[in-house]
Nanobody, 125 residues
Protein backbone atom coordinates (compact mmCIF):
# COMPACT_ATOMS: atom_id res chain seq x y z
CA UNK A 1 0.00 0.00 0.00
CA UNK A 2 1.33 3.41 -0.94
CA UNK A 3 0.07 6.74 0.31
CA UNK A 4 0.93 10.12 -1.11
CA UNK A 5 0.06 13.24 0.86
CA UNK A 6 0.05 16.74 -0.54
CA UNK A 7 -1.36 20.19 -0.01
CA UNK A 8 0.73 21.59 2.80
CA UNK A 9 2.11 25.08 2.79
CA UNK A 10 2.41 28.38 4.57
CA UNK A 11 -0.75 30.15 5.65
CA UNK A 12 -1.61 32.96 8.03
CA UNK A 13 -3.63 32.56 11.18
CA UNK A 14 -7.28 32.18 10.30
CA UNK A 15 -6.53 30.86 6.86
CA UNK A 16 -7.42 27.56 5.24
CA UNK A 17 -5.66 24.66 3.59
CA UNK A 18 -6.82 21.41 2.08
CA UNK A 19 -4.65 18.35 2.39
CA UNK A 20 -5.02 15.42 0.04
CA UNK A 21 -3.90 11.83 0.35
CA UNK A 22 -4.13 9.42 -2.53
CA UNK A 23 -3.46 5.77 -1.89
CA UNK A 24 -3.05 2.64 -3.95
CA UNK A 25 -2.55 -1.06 -3.49
CA UNK A 26 -5.17 -1.59 -0.83
CA UNK A 27 -7.02 -4.88 -1.06
CA UNK A 28 -8.64 -4.63 2.35
CA UNK A 29 -12.38 -4.91 2.58
CA UNK A 30 -12.62 -2.21 5.21
CA UNK A 31 -10.16 0.18 6.74
CA UNK A 32 -9.66 3.49 8.44
CA UNK A 33 -7.93 6.42 6.81
CA UNK A 34 -6.47 8.84 9.28
CA UNK A 35 -4.59 12.10 9.51
CA UNK A 36 -1.97 12.57 12.19
CA UNK A 37 0.47 15.38 12.83
CA UNK A 38 3.76 15.92 14.52
CA UNK A 39 5.04 19.31 15.57
CA UNK A 40 8.72 19.98 16.31
CA UNK A 41 9.78 18.43 19.62
CA UNK A 42 6.33 16.95 20.15
CA UNK A 43 4.88 13.50 19.86
CA UNK A 44 2.71 12.49 16.97
CA UNK A 45 -0.97 13.14 17.59
CA UNK A 46 -4.24 12.08 16.09
CA UNK A 47 -6.11 14.67 14.04
CA UNK A 48 -8.99 13.00 12.23
CA UNK A 49 -10.03 9.71 10.69
CA UNK A 50 -12.74 8.20 8.55
CA UNK A 51 -14.07 4.68 8.41
CA UNK A 52 -13.86 3.98 4.72
CA UNK A 53 -17.02 1.97 4.14
CA UNK A 54 -19.47 3.74 6.43
CA UNK A 55 -18.02 7.23 6.38
CA UNK A 56 -18.00 7.43 10.16
CA UNK A 57 -15.59 10.16 11.25
CA UNK A 58 -13.61 10.98 14.36
CA UNK A 59 -11.78 14.16 15.32
CA UNK A 60 -9.37 15.33 17.94
CA UNK A 61 -10.96 17.86 20.27
CA UNK A 62 -8.38 20.45 19.24
CA UNK A 63 -9.59 20.48 15.63
CA UNK A 64 -13.30 19.70 16.01
CA UNK A 65 -15.39 22.31 14.26
CA UNK A 66 -12.43 23.61 12.25
CA UNK A 67 -11.23 20.57 10.31
CA UNK A 68 -13.28 18.24 8.12
CA UNK A 69 -12.17 14.88 6.82
CA UNK A 70 -13.75 13.47 3.69
CA UNK A 71 -13.16 10.67 1.24
CA UNK A 72 -13.57 9.97 -2.44
CA UNK A 73 -14.01 6.28 -3.08
CA UNK A 74 -13.58 6.63 -6.83
CA UNK A 75 -10.27 8.44 -6.52
CA UNK A 76 -9.07 6.43 -3.52
CA UNK A 77 -8.39 9.67 -1.78
CA UNK A 78 -8.94 11.22 1.59
CA UNK A 79 -8.94 14.94 2.28
CA UNK A 80 -8.51 17.19 5.27
CA UNK A 81 -10.10 20.60 4.97
CA UNK A 82 -8.52 22.84 7.57
CA UNK A 83 -10.18 26.15 8.37
CA UNK A 84 -9.50 28.80 11.00
CA UNK A 85 -5.93 27.65 11.25
CA UNK A 86 -3.89 28.56 14.31
CA UNK A 87 -0.13 28.68 14.88
CA UNK A 88 -0.46 25.59 17.07
CA UNK A 89 -1.65 23.66 14.00
CA UNK A 90 1.86 23.96 12.58
CA UNK A 91 3.19 20.45 12.04
CA UNK A 92 4.03 17.79 9.52
CA UNK A 93 0.77 16.09 8.63
CA UNK A 94 0.68 12.41 7.75
CA UNK A 95 -2.04 10.29 6.26
CA UNK A 96 -2.23 6.67 7.28
CA UNK A 97 -4.24 3.50 6.72
CA UNK A 98 -5.41 1.04 9.35
CA UNK A 99 -6.30 -2.24 7.65
CA UNK A 100 -8.08 -3.80 10.64
CA UNK A 101 -10.60 -0.97 11.16
CA UNK A 102 -11.43 -1.72 14.76
CA UNK A 103 -13.59 1.23 15.70
CA UNK A 104 -12.17 1.60 19.19
CA UNK A 105 -8.70 2.06 17.69
CA UNK A 106 -9.61 4.71 15.15
CA UNK A 107 -7.64 7.38 17.06
CA UNK A 108 -4.67 5.13 17.84
CA UNK A 109 -1.69 5.74 15.62
CA UNK A 110 -0.24 2.36 16.49
CA UNK A 111 -3.16 0.71 14.71
CA UNK A 112 -2.16 2.27 11.39
CA UNK A 113 0.25 0.12 9.40
CA UNK A 114 0.74 2.27 6.33
CA UNK A 115 1.91 5.87 6.28
CA UNK A 116 2.46 8.57 3.72
CA UNK A 117 5.53 10.75 3.60
CA UNK A 118 4.06 13.78 5.34
CA UNK A 119 3.31 17.30 4.23
CA UNK A 120 4.34 20.40 6.16
CA UNK A 121 1.75 22.90 7.32
CA UNK A 122 3.04 26.17 8.72
CA UNK A 123 0.66 28.71 10.22
CA UNK A 124 2.15 32.12 10.82
CA UNK A 125 0.87 34.45 13.50
Amino acid sequence: VQLQASGGGLVRTGGSLRLSCQFSGSTFSGYHMGWFRQAPDKEREFVAAVRWNSGHTAYADSVKGRFTISRDKVKNSVYLQMNSLKPEDTAVYYCALDPRAILSSIRNGDAYDYWGQGTLVTVSS
